[in-house]
């Protein structure tokens, strides 16, 4: 009988993908499904990205790049960063990944193993707590509170560190809230942190440019003190409607460098060649399609909140960041993933239960507002309907 190592049993995987399978299943079936399950811009990545990748194929950048990425993009990456947040990051520590799950996956590599604790957030994105289960450190949640506008305290998560913590991710703004934490809870985060040198920190930056109302964005860049330390995941996926293309970036102090840049050479050898050429001309080119998907977000945000407000038995937070709408389904009096599960099976409404980004999620229902404004509308007329013929309410 042939055995893996005890890490496989551990590792957990992404129930979106689980749901997207699903609900294309049943639309392959006949079904009318409107899927506001799975976290992907339902725009076209921008003509003059796509351009810059076919050219580059026509130029013949058809072979292998350096695992680090293509300098000019590397640059890119570097001067993008200082236009956002005016911080100086050297093109030499930014490393070019296919997709911004690999970051999650060597960070948490670098720092887990057993007798090793990790905090994340929770709710948060499952691949965090998977992966630290799988490398056999101890995951510790840092919880995300409804009351708290889905922001993480600062103080709550400093009081989670021990002497054996050895990483502490971070995301905002958030995954499946669309919690955006402001700048004074993250500057206590990060004066607590300068007294906790053993500390690494990821921070997933993934929707950095998804913000509304004049939320502002705080990246940890911005925090000197930290850079040395300091791990920042973002990249293409979100912001320029590129999930498919498979395209994010790192930026790595100097004194992990090297080791991410090993693990790249034995894992993929290197991104896409032409890809990495549609990436630089999304940093490069005009801004204008991003500006406009963010503001047609902005309007599905408003139709959803309202929406969802509108159901007796549901209440929902207003998100400032990213494109997911995280309702509280508590006086319904159904579970969460049963919820979801009756929406997909009998309405045709794909949406991700709570408990799948955490223990924190029960009583939660994550829904995607990256479709149209029609099917919106569509979607929470059938969930409306839904629950006033099935409401489970005492």
Not at 149 to 169: P, Q, W
Not at 205 to 212: A, G, K, P, R, W
Not at 249 to 270: E, G, H, I, M, Q
Request: proline content about 6%; charged content about 25%.
């Amino acid at each position: 009988m042939l055995k893996t190592i005890d890490g496989f049993d551990r590792i957990g995987e992404e129930n979106a993908f689980a749901v997207l399978a699903r609900a294309t299943e049943l639309a392959q079936s006949g079904r009318d499904v409107i899927n506001l399950g799975i976290g992907q811009p339902d725009f076209k990545t921008p003509d003059h990205i796509v351009e810059a990748a076919v050219k580059a194929l026509r130029d013949g950048h058809h072979g292998y790049t350096p695992a680090t990425g293509i300098a000019p993009l590397r640059e890119a990456v570097s001067s993008d960063l200082h236009k956002r947040y005016r911080v100086e990051t050297d093109p030499g520590n930014v490393l070019i990944v296919p997709g911004g799950k690999v970051t999650m996956f060597m960070a948490i590599l670098m720092f887990g193993e057993p007798g090793a604790e990790i905090l994340y957030p929770d709710p948060g994105f499952p691949i965090y707590r998977s992966m630290i289960e799988f490398t056999g450190a101890r995951p510790v949640p840092v919880p995300i509170r409804e009351e708290n506008d889905f922001a993480f305290s600062a103080e709550e998560t400093l009081s989670l560190v021990s002497d054996r913590t050895r990483l502490l991710i971070l995301n905002s703004p958030a995954n499946p809230t669309g919690g955006v934490t402001p700048r004074a809870e993250i500057e206590k985060l990060a004066a607590g942190l300068e007294a906790l040198p053993h500390v690494a920190i990821l921070s997933d930056e993934i929707y950095s440019q998804m913000t509304y109302d004049g939320t502002e964005h705080v990246s940890l860049l911005e925090f000197e003190d930290l850079r040395d330390r300091l791990i920042l995941l973002d990249g293409w996926s979100k912001t320029y409607a590129m999930t498919g293309w498979r395209m994010g970036y790192s930026v790595w102090p100097d004194t992990l460098f090297d080791k991410a840049r090993k693990l790249a050479v034995n894992a993929w050898s290197c991104v896409n060649a032409p890809a990495q050429f549609g990436g630089l001309a999304a940093l490069n080119g005009p801004q204008d399609a991003v500006r406009d998907m963010v503001a047609e977000f902005d309007g599905r945000r408003r139709l959803i909140v309202d929406g969802l407000n509108a159901i007796e038995g549901l209440s929902c937070k207003t998100p400032r960041g990213a494109f997911y709408a995280y309702p509280n389904i508590r006086s319904t009096g159904w579970k969460a993933k049963d919820l979801a599960s009756a929406l997909l099976e009998e309405e045709g409404v794909a949406t991700i239960g709570g408990p799948d980004f955490g223990t924190m999620g029960e009583g939660y229902i994550r829904l995607s507002y990256a479709n149209s404004s029609e099917n919106i509308l569509a979607a929470l007329d059938r969930i409306k309907n839904f629950l006033n013929f099935n409401s489970l309410k005492t």
